[in-house]
C-alpha cells in the first residue's frame, strides 16, 4: 500500500489559515513566503519578500512576523486564524510569547508578535513541509522578486500547479 499522500487541509468554516515560510541560499539570499486562504482553499493573499541572512531560523520568523504588515479586514474578522509553518522552533518560540501575560515585559522579538492579540483567535501548527509546499515556493520566488499578489491570476504557473494539487 502507498503511504498517505500529505497536503495542505482547510480550515473551518469562517476562519483563515496562513501558511508561512522560510527559504535561504548558501550564499545568504534568504526570502520569506506567505499564504492565505479560506476555508474553501480559495486564495486571499500571497506574498513574498528576499532579504539577506544566514539563519534559516530568524528567516522562518521573519516569514511569520510579515503576517502583521499584510493584515487586511477579512483576517481581523475572521472567527480564528491558524498559523502553520514547517519550523517547529520558531511555532514553539512564538506558542509561548504568546501565553505571557504581560507583554510589555517580554523581549525584543516577543512584542514584534503583539499583533497576533488583534485576531480573534489564533492557532499555531507546525507542519511538514510536504503540506507547505505554496509558502515554500512564494519564499523561494519572493527571494528575487518581492510580491503581493491579490488574485490567482498574477501567479506563475508552478504556483498554480502546486495550489491544484494541494486542492486536489
Not at 523581549?107 to 501548527?125: C, G, I, K, P, Y
Not at 513541509?129 to 508552478?158: H, I, S, Y
Amino acid at each position: 500500500m502507498p503511504p498517505p499522500s500529505i497536503s495542505w487541509c482547510p480550515p473551518p468554516l469562517d476562519w483563515i489559515k496562513i501558511n508561512v515560510d522560510g527559504a535561504v541560499y548558501p550564499n545568504n539570499n534568504a526570502g520569506t513566503g506567505i499564504v492565505v486562504r479560506d476555508h474553501l482553499g480559495g486564495i486571499l493573499l500571497d506574498a513574498g519578500s528576499g532579504l539577506t541572512h544566514w539563519d534559516p531560523g530568524r528567516v522562518e520568523f521573519a516569514a511569520l512576523l510579515s503576517i502583521r504588515r499584510l493584515l487586511t479586514p477579512p483576517m481581523l474578522e475572521a472567527k480564528g486564524v491558524i498559523i502553520e509553518g514547517d519550523c517547529k522552533n520558531v511555532l514553539d518560540f512564538c506558542r509561548k510569547a504568546m501565553h505571557r501575560a504581560n507583554w510589555s515585559d517580554d523581549t525584543f522579538m516577543e512584542q514584534d508578535l503583539s499583533f497576533l492579540a488583534e485576531l480573534n483567535q489564533v492557532l499555531l501548527r507546525h507542519i511538514p513541509q510536504e503540506a507547505n509546499r505554496l509558502a515554500d515556493f512564494c519564499a523561494k520566488f519572493g527571494m528575487f522578486n518581492n510580491f503581493n499578489w491579490t488574485d490567482v491570476a498574477m501567479a506563475p504557473p508552478e504556483f498554480l500547479e502546486i495550489l491544484q494539487d494541494d486542492v486536489g
